[in-house]
C-alpha cells in the first residue's frame, strides 16, 4: 500500500470518528430530554444543594439522567450548583437546560391583610424558601427593630400590601432588609408631611389605618370613618372600635381563625391594651395589616364633625354617623334590632 493510499485510509477514518464523535455530542447534549407534557415546569433547587441532591429536583422532568449528567460536567455544572426557582421548558435539550439552571427566576410575593406577624410569615413561606419561623425571627430580630425603629408590637406595620418581586431563595435576613426598604420608599416626604400635620408617626397612621381597615370594606367610606377617629383622639375621647375587642379576644385566646361578628357588651371589659374603651389612644401596634387604601383614608381623612358611627341597616356595608350622642343611641338601636332580627348572636 502506498503512502498516498495510507494517509487517505487514515483521514476517512479521522472523519469517520470525528462524525461519530459529533453525532455522540449532539445526541447526548442537543436532543429533546423532558418528560412531562406541560409547555413548561419550574424546578425549585434549595440553598446548599450538592449536585446529587440536584439531580434529585429535576429527576421527575428528565428523560435521561445521563445525557444530563454529560453536559453538567461538561459545562461544570456539577461543581456549581445555584440554588433558586428555575424554568424548563418541554422538549428542552440537555444543554439549554444546563443554561436555563444558572438563570434564577425573581417570584412575584404578594400578601395582603395578615392579622399576625406569624399569619403574615406563614404566607410568604407558601412563596418563597425560608419557612415560617426563620421569617418571623428575621423579622424580630432585636437589632433589625433598633435599627429600623419597631417593636415586636408594631411590625407588622412595616409591611405595606403590595405586590413584590424577590428571589425564590432570598434569606429570612435579606428579605426583612427589603421589606424595611420598600416601607421606607412608601412613606415619602408627601405621607410622612400629611401624617405629621395630623400629629401622627407613619406607624401610627398604620394602626388607625389598620382599624379603619376593619371598621369598612368601603374604600370610599374610610377616610369618613378615619375622620371620626381622629376627631375622638383630637378631644382625648377613647376610640371605642369594636375591631380592636375582636382582636384582643382573638390574641387572648391565641385563636385568630375564629370568627366574631358581634361584640357584645361583656366584652368590652376585656383586660388589654388592645382594648379601646377602657384605655383612651391608639392601641400598641396594628391589629390587621392595612391595605394602602385605608392608609390613605387616614392620610386624607374627612373634615367634618362626626363622633360616632354604626353600621346601617338601610345601606348595608355602610355606616350612619353622628354628631351626637342622642342622634347615635336612635341609629344604634335601629341597628342592634336589624341584627337581632337576623339572628346574629355572635
Not at 289 to 297: E, G, L, Q
Request: charged share 25%; glycine share 4%.
Amino acid at each position: 500500500m502506498n503512502l498516498k493510499k495510507l494517509v487517505l485510509i487514515i483521514a476517512v477514518a479521522g472523519l469517520f470518528v470525528a462524525f461519530a464523535v459529533a453525532g455522540y455530542v449532539y445526541f447526548k447534549a442537543f436532543t429533546p430530554n423532558t418528560t412531562f407534557n406541560q409547555k413548561e415546569v419550574f424546578v425549585y433547587i434549595p440553598s446548599g444543594s450538592t449536585y446529587e441532591q440536584a439531580k434529585e429536583e429535576l429527576a421527575p422532568f428528565l428523560k435521561n439522567m445521563d445525557k444530563f449528567d454529560f453536559v453538567a460536567k461538561q459545562r461544570k455544572y456539577d461543581r456549581n450548583v445555584k440554588a433558586g426557582k428555575f424554568l424548563i421548558k418541554q422538549n428542552m435539550n440537555s444543554f439549554d437546560m444546563i443554561r436555563a439552571l444558572r438563570q434564577n427566576i425573581p417570584v412575584k410575593v404578594a400578601f395582603n391583610n395578615q392579622e399576625t406577624l406569624e399569619k403574615l410569615a406563614q404566607r410568604l413561606a407558601t412563596q418563597l424558601e425560608p419557612d415560617s419561623l426563620a421569617l418571623v425571627q428575621a423579622f424580630t430580630a432585636p437589632e433589625f427593630l433598633r435599627e429600623n425603629g419597631f417593636t415586636e408590637e408594631d411590625i407588622l406595620a412595616m409591611f405595606i400590601p403590595n405586590s413584590y418581586e424577590f428571589y425564590w431563595n432570598t434569606p429570612a435576613n435579606k428579605l426583612a432588609d427589603k421589606f424595611a426598604k420598600e416601607y421606607k420608599r412608601f412613606w415619602n416626604p408627601r405621607r410622612i408631611q400629611k401624617a405629621m400635620d395630623k400629629n401622627l408617626s407613619p406607624v401610627e397612621v398604620s394602626v388607625l389605618a389598620s382599624i379603619v381597615h376593619k371598621e369598612t370594606a368601603k374604600v370610599d367610606e374610610r377616610p369618613r370613618v378615619a375622620g371620626v377617629y381622629l376627631n375622638r383622639l383630637h378631644t382625648g375621647m377613647p376610640l371605642q372600635a369594636d375591631p380592636t375587642i375582636i382582636y384582643a379576644m382573638k390574641k387572648k385566646s391565641g385563636d385568630f381563625d375564629q370568627v366574631i361578628k358581634r361584640v357584645l357588651h361583656a366584652d368590652l371589659t376585656i383586660e388589654s391594651p388592645y382594648n379601646t374603651y377602657k384605655y383612651a389612644g391608639l392601641p400598641p401596634g396594628p391589629i390587621a395589616m392595612p391595605d394602602i387604601s385605608a392608609i390613605d383614608a387616614v392620610l386624607n381623612a374627612e373634615d367634618h364633625n362626626y363622633i360616632y358611627f354604626c353600621a346601617s341597616p338601610d345601606k348595608p356595608g355602610y355606616h350612619a354617623f353622628a354628631t351626637n350622642f342622642e342622634q347615635h343611641q336612635v341609629n344604634a338601636r335601629k341597628y342592634a334590632q336589624w341584627v337581632n332580627k337576623l339572628g346574629i348572636n355572635r
